[in-house]
Nanobody
Framework: QVQLVESGGGLVQAGGSLNLSCAVS????????MGWFRQAPGKEREFVAA????????SYTDSVKGRYTISRNNAKNTVDLQMIRLKPEDTAVYSC???????????????????WGQGTQVTVFP
């Protein structure tokens, strides 16, 4: 049973920073492409960032480029999302996801992911 547990969410003023982390257990972490998604109240879940299974490729949605950085540590089975210059519109529940794959590409469609965490709340106030 693969489990993903997010941490690091919280309340931050606009312009501030947060670091989210996702710990993965129960599987071979290096076989998983990883992604971060978010869902704001009343909105659909949206792609935020993704990283390939070997960490060689990353991708971001346009609204977070230059502000967010996704990284992974295959020795610790974790994937992190560093967020700087946060904006109120970044407020959402952030979830990490894993897709088992032999490829080294990234995935931005949520339907392609096999496992999901419960999410962590990020709230950015003006």
């Amino acid at each position: 049973q693969v489990q993903l547990v997010e941490s690091g969410g919280g309340l931050v003023q606009a312009g501030g920073s947060l670091n989210l982390s996702c710990a993965v257990s129960g599987g071979t972490f290096s076989r998983y492409a990883m992604g971060w998604f978010r869902q704001a109240p009343g909105k659909e879940r949206e792609f935020v960032a993704a990283i390939s299974r070997n960490g060689g490729s990353t991708s971001y949605t346009d609204s977070v480029k230059g502000r967010y950085t996704i990284s992974r540590n295959n020795a610790k089975n974790t994937v992190d999302l560093q967020m700087i210059r946060l904006k109120p519109e970044d407020t959402a529940v952030y979830s990490c996801a894993a897709r088992g794959t032999y490829s080294t590409i990234t995935y931005y469609r949520d339907l392609l992911y096999d496992y999901w965490g419960q999410g962590t709340q990020v709230t950015v106030f003006p």
